[in-house]
């Protein structure tokens, strides 16, 4: 018997926009997970979830997806371009995935929203905080839920990082360094066709930004980056290698914390693991250290490591495994994260009567770990590096962005330059 007095036939419907990689790696598996074994909560019962439909630039991936996935997700609606996502908002779906290069975000997301979907998009959620204003506004006023997928905030380390700060165990943190180091294959291949222009600090720095800014609150007050060019692009274009982002955030007592946060897209691919990711946090009594590859197993395969696959298995995030009970699973903080999205699309939708509604979008509306309303930090130091990095582009090198400083809510200021440039007026 159901215990939440349903019947089993309650349906949620999602829709793809980008089907590159990170579908591969996430929304592929939880897709498959859900069309396999539907999706439980007590909340509501028994639900299935489908991919009803995609939307890409060629459709290419998404048919070679339809081939190779008979039996594993039901049929889809593959549109293209022009106008794919408004094609695919034409079918009836209930919530929207975009996970399409990150400066196409805003674009995709208003215009899901503004259709009265539900929306989850990739981090970064969008480049400028009058984005993220915009979107914010669309989403209350069309009832939905509009989220960000935050997956390293579901890395069991670092959840037991946070629990030990919110229950007062590791006090008052005084500075962090945090590095996340990605293979060439990342920029030159799986990424080639976007990152001209972009940088691999919004790309990946974003998420030690949410990690510091979701587990030690306090108030982001200034942001400097510099970086590296050369080997993906020109030395004096747009393009970066590599990115070195600095944040002091203020607290409540009025000291202050530094936070480094190095990130890179050009190591060599026969690094040993599939990323370098590692964290230091000093507290006023303790220290945390984090490494992704220390924390898991070596392996060595003739004719295979490190290429076809690594030494270092990141198995927390995405693995495939053979369960003891014999069945092929796909499973990970990466794809949880996404579990829990639905979950969160599933009360408001399942969870009761019309008339409490808006009782239970409110209550999904206050996770800030996901919610746009509590990306407004992130979003901002996201801003500030971005304008930062194209005036050194333009030769104004070793600029500083200020928050909610008497000039604006992000103020840029420039060597030499007394005026600041006011990126975002309103206070962050």
């Known amino acids: 018997m159901n215990p939440a007095g349903r019947s089993n036939n309650q349906r949620l419907r999602g829709g793809m926009v980008g089907m590159g990689m990170i579908f591969d790696e996430t929304y592929r598996p939880f897709f498959e997970n859900a069309f396999r074994d539907g999706l439980y909560d007590r909340r509501f ?3 299935e979830v489908e991919l009803a439909a995609v939307a890409s630039r060629t459709g290419s991936r998404a048919e070679a997806y339809r081939e190779s996935s008979l039996g594993k997700v039901g049929d889809f609606q593959s549109f293209v371009e022009p106008n794919s996502i408004g094609q695919l908002l034409d079918v009836d779906v209930d919530f929207v995935c975009i996970a399409t290069p990150d400066d196409r975000h805003f674009a995709a997301a208003k215009a899901a929203l503004e259709a009265g979907k539900h929306v989850l998009i990739e981090k970064p959620s969008v480049l400028s905080l009058a984005e993220l204003d915009e979107l914010e506004r669309i989403a209350r ?49 799986q990424f080639s066709e976007w990152i001209t222009g972009r940088n691999p600090g919004t790309y990946v720095a974003v998420h030690y930004i949410k990690l510091i800014d979701f587990t030690f609150g306090g108030r982001l007050k200034r942001v400097t980056c510099s970086g590296q060019r050369g080997i993906v692009g020109p030395s004096d274009g747009p393009t970066w290698d590599s990115t070195q982002l600095r944040m002091v955030y203020e607290y409540d007592d009025g000291r202050e914390a530094a936070f480094d946060i190095h990130t890179s897209w050009v190591t060599p691919d026969n690094f040993p693991g599939y990323v370098e990711q590692e964290v230091q946090f000093r507290f006023d009594n303790g220290v945390w250290n984090g490494h992704s590859r220390k924390r898991g197993v070596e392996c060595t395969v003739e004719g295979k490591t490190p290429f076809e696959l690594k030494n270092s298995m990141n198995n927390h995030y995405n693995g495939t495994f053979v369960e003891p009970y014999g069945e092929r699973t796909q499973r990970g903080y990466g794809i949880e994260v996404l579990e829990r999205f639905v979950r969160e699309v599933g009360f408001v939708q399942l969870g ?61 200021y420039k060597p030499g330059v007394s005026e600041p440039e006011v990126l975002y007026s309103p206070e962050v």
């Open 352 to 412: 009761g009567s019309e008339a409490t509604h808006a009782d239970r979008l409110a209550q999904m509306r206050t996770y800030h770990y996901n919610e746009l309303s509590g990306d407004r930090q992130v979003v901002a130091a996201v801003e500030a590096m971005e304008a930062i990095l194209a005036e050194h582009v333009a030769g104004n090198p070793e600029c500083i962005v200020k928050v909610n400083d008497e000039a604006g809510g992000l103020a840029l």
């Open 45 to 47: 019962g028994v639900c």
């Open 141 to 189: 006023d069309k009832n939905v839920l509009a989220k960000i997928v935050y997956h390293k905030l579901f890395d069991p380390d670092h959840k037991k990082l946070r629990t030990l700060v919110h229950d007062g165990v590791l006090n008052h943190v005084n500075s962090g360094y945090c590095t996340l180091l990605e293979p060439k294959l990342i920029s030159g291949s």
